[in-house]
């Protein structure tokens, strides 16, 4: 079982700061082309947290698009400086994703797996340790 994080972190301006006390439920590499498009780099990096575990402060924009698997997700960005910070899932409302960059301190983060990488830029390092699925596994949280 992963150990309890307190987690902080911001947005690039600051106007806005969340805090979570949570044992992560999934820590991941996400190399889907959503995540590539929406963060601007060749991969995410994800820790899954309980919704209720999360309390932000300041007002988040958001914006929805449609998965493959017909979900609604959505991304949450700062509507100042543009930094994405959360992601949701329609189908999946009790979890929350982190963007491990917007962290004060991400250390601790250790990838179980990486997510979608069958669609893995062929420029990005590939440790034998993180084990690939090449989409989604069904039941990520008991990986
Ligand atoms: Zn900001
Ligand atoms: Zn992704």
Not at 61 to 68: C, I, L, V
Not at 109 to 129: G, I, K
Request: hydrophobic content about 35%; overall charge positive; glycine content about 6%.
């Amino acid at each position: 079982m992963p150990n309890t994080q307190r987690i902080s972190g911001s947005c690039l301006c600051g106007q806005i700061r969340y805090k979570a006390v949570a044992a992560p439920l999934f820590q991941a590499h996400c190399h889907c082309q959503d995540c590539r498009k929406n963060g601007g780099s060749a991969f995410s990096a994800l820790v899954f947290v309980p919704t209720e575990s999360l309390s932000v402060q300041g007002e988040t924009q958001t914006f929805s698009h449609s998965a493959d698997s017909g979900a609604t997700m959505t991304k949450h960005f700062c509507s100042n400086c543009g930094s994405q910070l959360f992601g949701t899932n329609s189908a999946k409302p009790d979890r929350i994703h982190i963007k491990v960059g917007s962290m004060d301190d991400a250390e601790w983060f250790q990838p179980q797996c990486n997510v979608w990488a069958n669609s893995r830029l062929p420029s990005t390092p590939v440790s034998p340790e993180v084990k690939d699925f090449a989409t989604m596994p069904v039941a990520p949280a008991k990986i």
